[in-house]
């Protein structure tokens, strides 16, 4: 009697379970103050503008995380309203043709501002009829357009900078003010701040 060996071949199954999709946490680069609470912003090129188009007279912009803020075109910021932006300890790279023309108070604090060394317009503030103040700011690494880094440009009202850093400014700091009216109300403070290369003023 012959013996026949049986080989069986059993072929495993395989079993594919499908993960249930996650949908990704949106990332918010800051949010802004309205007149019935805070609406954040998720990262985009313009946030910034979204979120200064959108916030209330005399609100606070605050920054979640670090941003840039790029100006396409030769726009220039007008803002028709009082602000503050409040870094929170975060960096707002400025780019493109940022510069900001000033006509309510506006405040900077706790924020760096920087542009990477990308040229920006002249001046970068334009201070009139209203009140700059920049509390614990770092201004570094950033180069204008032209000659003299005009960086301040007072027409009437009072430049305020306090607690703050400036530095690494690649074609100077320059300020410029206007002839004092017949009130005396132009002011330029500078209190307990550092200032590193040279820093030119005239009226």
């Given at each position: 009697m012959t013996t026949k060996k049986l080989k069986i071949i059993l072929a495993g199954a395989a079993f594919c379970c499908a993960q249930p999709l996650v949908a990704e946490e949106p990332v918010y680069d800051l949010e802004y103050e309205t007149a019935t609470g805070w609406v954040q912003v998720e990262?985009?090129?313009?946030?910034?503008?979204?979120?200064?188009?959108?916030?209330?007279?005399?609100?606070?912009?605050?920054l979640l995380r670090d941003i840039t803020y790029w100006c396409s075109t030769d726009i220039t910021l007008r803002p028709t309203k009082g602000m503050t932006i409040d870094g929170q300890g975060h960096t707002m790279t400025l780019s493109g043709r940022f510069s900001c023309y000033a006509t309510r108070s506006w405040v900077f604090k706790n924020i760096t501002?920087?542009?990477?060394?990308?040229?920006?317009?002249?001046?970068?503030?334009?201070?009139?009829?209203?009140?700059?103040?920049?509390?614990?700011?770092?201004l570094s690494n950033i180069a204008m357009r032209g000659n003299g880094g005009q960086f301040f440009q007072l027409k009437s009202g009072t430049i305020r900078i306090v607690d703050s850093t400036l530095s690494n400014l690649s074609n100077g700091l320059a300020l410029f003010t206007y002839q004092p009216n017949t009130t005396g109300t132009n002011r330029i403070e500078i209190v307990n701040s550092t200032i590193s290369g040279t820093l030119t003023a005239w009226e």
């Amino acid at each position: 009697m012959t013996t026949k060996k049986l080989k069986i071949i059993l072929a495993g199954a395989a079993f594919c379970c499908a993960q249930p999709l996650v949908a990704e946490e949106p990332v918010y680069d800051l949010e802004y103050e309205t007149a019935t609470g805070w609406v954040q912003v998720e990262k985009s090129e313009n946030s910034f503008g979204t979120a200064y188009d959108n916030v209330k007279p005399d609100g606070t912009i605050r920054l979640l995380r670090d941003i840039t803020y790029w100006c396409s075109t030769d726009i220039t910021l007008r803002p028709t309203k009082g602000m503050t932006i409040d870094g929170q300890g975060h960096t707002m790279t400025l780019s493109g043709r940022f510069s900001c023309y000033a006509t309510r108070s506006w405040v900077f604090k706790n924020i760096t501002l920087t542009s990477g060394g990308v040229k920006l317009d002249q001046p970068l503030f334009n201070v009139a009829s209203a009140t700059l103040c920049l509390d614990n700011v770092h201004l570094s690494n950033i180069a204008m357009r032209g000659n003299g880094g005009q960086f301040f440009q007072l027409k009437s009202g009072t430049i305020r900078i306090v607690d703050s850093t400036l530095s690494n400014l690649s074609n100077g700091l320059a300020l410029f003010t206007y002839q004092p009216n017949t009130t005396g109300t132009n002011r330029i403070e500078i209190v307990n701040s550092t200032i590193s290369g040279t820093l030119t003023a005239w009226e």
